[in-house]
């Protein structure tokens, strides 16, 4: 009993400390001589995020401090995501610009993207997407995702608030999981990393993310009953979709034997299109 009451009191301190080492840099600050924060995008497993308007291209950034209260840890995570960042060149992928150390803190500033996440747009807008516009859309993303894969990398963070729309275009952000194909992946750091299915970052993370991402797009439309025997049902009977797309999700999801690369999936995405 008293065990138990010093550790949630440690907790609870933990808690107020990371809190107070952690607060957000107020808008208007001036980081470097050059960032001015415009304002509070948010925080992260490792890292705090900031629009700030650089006063030498008096161009917009989004720019990244690594979390103090992870101390060596946050460092090292978002030295980690520089590396992956100055390796990726693609127009749907945010651009590495500078990274930086200003009073012992660290930084990466990239570009920053704009338009609405796929979060926003079926939260906030109350976009609801059809099956194909569902599909059509993945398929454009998966353009983007092959081109990690080929570069090496495992994205690992594949959710409706990382993929932003702006006009027709789609943007992949926020690399700061990513890793080397193969590498380990850390299993006590972030809830995000809890949801993946192997030890190693492997393409079937990546592709076991986009089968909950087309679930999260696919169910935008769908309407509720409330009725208590539809309480107990899953995606496969609540969804009204076609047997190509339940086969699709079912390999996504590894509940069927997976895909075993990206190329699979994208040839049975583009039969189902262009059928």
Not at 190 to 210: F, M
Not at 222 to 242: C, V
Request: aromatic share 12%; with cysteine; proline share 3%.
């Amino acid at each position: 009993m008293r065990k138990n009451l010093i550790m949630s009191l440690f907790e609870y301190l933990k808690g107020v400390y990371e809190a107070w080492i952690d607060y957000p840099q107020r808008e208007g600050a001036v980081i470097a001589n050059k960032y001015r924060i415009q304002r509070f995008l948010g925080i992260g497993s490792y890292g705090l995020t900031y629009i700030c308007l650089d006063a030498d291209s008096g161009q917009e950034v989004v720019l990244k401090q690594a979390k103090p209260s992870k101390g060596a840890v946050g460092r090292d995570l978002l030295y980690r995501e520089i590396n992956v960042l100055e390796r990726l060149r693609h127009p749907s992928i945010q651009k590495y610009l500078a990274s930086f150390e200003y009073k012992n803190k660290l930084y990466m500033v990239t570009e920053h993207v704009k338009g609405q996440t796929v979060e926003d747009l079926i939260f906030e807008r109350g976009a609801v997407f059809s099956e194909k516009e569902a599909l059509r859309f993945v398929r454009r993303l998966m353009e983007i995702l092959s081109y990690v894969h080929e570069q090496g990398f495992v994205h690992l963070d594949i959710r409706i608030p990382n993929v932003i729309l702006d006009g027709d275009q789609i943007h992949l952000i926020d690399f700061g999981l990513a890793r080397r194909l193969g590498e380990p992946i850390r299993t006590d750091f972030g809830s995000d990393e809890k949801t993946t299915l192997s030890r190693t970052a492997e393409v079937s993370n990546d592709l076991y993310a986009v089968g909950h991402f087309i679930l999260f797009m696919l169910y935008s439309g769908y309407e509720s009953s409330n009725s208590e025997s539809e309480s107990n049902l899953g995606w496969e009977d609540e969804l009204n979709i076609s047997p190509m797309t339940k086969h699709m999700l079912r390999k996504l999801l590894q509940i069927d034997p997976p895909y075993r690369n990206t190329q699979q999936f994208v040839r049975d995405l583009d039969l189902w299109l262009y059928q």
